[in-house]
């Protein structure tokens, strides 16, 4: 059993909490049960090893049994485990994985070519919530594809891979391209590229006239600073959302979640 914090093999898969270690290895962390059945349902050849407590064996059997069929279990003491994981309490199991991005030319392909196609290209979203949250949205409203482009949080980092609650390994992530690059691939690959912007036409305007109908990679921006002209350019048409409370604005997490939701009931409408 692996008991001391100083452990090289512990050390190592600490290293992991950071961009540096994870962009040298191609390796991401994974903490408790719940992240670790995603990956081995959906993902299973990504597994690397898999360290565990007893008492996570025990009360985890299955899922354990089921991890060992792709990678090693490792036990491991409780203070061993806190030195590797993310989170004060990762329920006596943390993963080691490898990272799977996909090149944005065939993610988006792929989505083109989708019944329903939907995108969401991410302009330097920074936080690691509103990056997590997006995502598993993305996932939900069907898309088929997330480009965190250059300039962005990590995907891979531990607090986005907990608010994906596994949507990581359910839809295809592109990392790295700048933002032209991957506005410029989804309109080659034959979707209109709509802009999120308090600048824009109310989104109710695009659904009157059919634009959330078609294909669509919905561009969203920076928490702070949102989409600059330059950028806002590249896209065919911009929305807003109307406030009709007294709410000053909706975080980036929540308009996201609602224009992907939009363009997926007018999609299937359709």
């Not at 290293?15 to 040298?24: E, F, V």
């Not at 990762?90 to 090149?103: L, Y």
């Not at 308090?198 to 695009?206: D, P, Y």
Request: charge should be negative; glycine fraction near 6%; aromatic fraction near 4%.
């Amino acid at each position: 059993m692996l008991d001391s914090p100083r452990a090289p093999r512990v050390r190592e898969a600490a290293k992991l909490q950071q961009r540096t270690a994870r962009s040298q290895t191609g390796l991401f962390l994974l903490e408790g049960p719940a992240a670790l059945d995603e990956i081995v349902r959906w993902q299973p050849a990504l597994l690397v090893e898999v360290f565990a407590t007893d008492a996570a064996r025990e009360r985890h059997g299955a899922l354990i049994a089921a991890a060992e069929q792709h990678a090693p279990v490792t036990a491991a003491s409780e203070r061993a485990l806190a030195a590797i994981a993310d989170t004060v309490h990762p329920q006596g199991i943390v993963a080691v994985a490898k990272q799977a991005p996909v090149r944005l030319e065939e993610a988006v392909a792929r989505a083109a070519a989708a019944e329903h196609p939907l995108v969401a290209i991410l302009h330097e979203v920074r936080d690691p919530g509103n990056l997590g949250t997006i995502l598993r949205a993305a996932d939900a409203a069907g898309a088929s594809a997330v480009i965190v482009t250059a300039n962005s949080v990590d995907p891979y980092s531990p607090k986005v891979v907990r608010s994906t609650t596994g949507s990581l390994f359910h839809v295809d992530v592109s990392v790295g391209a700048s933002t032209t690059d991957a506005v410029v691939a989804a309109s080659a690959s034959g979707l209109q590229v709509l802009a999120a912007d308090v600048s824009g036409e109310e989104l109710t305007a695009l659904q009157a006239d059919g634009t959330l109908a078609r294909g669509t990679a919905w561009l969203f921006g920076n928490e702070a600073r949102g989409l600059d002209e330059t950028t806002l350019a590249l896209a065919d048409r911009a929305a807003r959302l109307p406030v009709y409370g007294a709410a000053e604005s909706l975080n980036l997490a929540t308009a996201a979640s609602v224009c992907l939701y939009q363009s997926a009931f007018a999609q299937r409408r359709v």
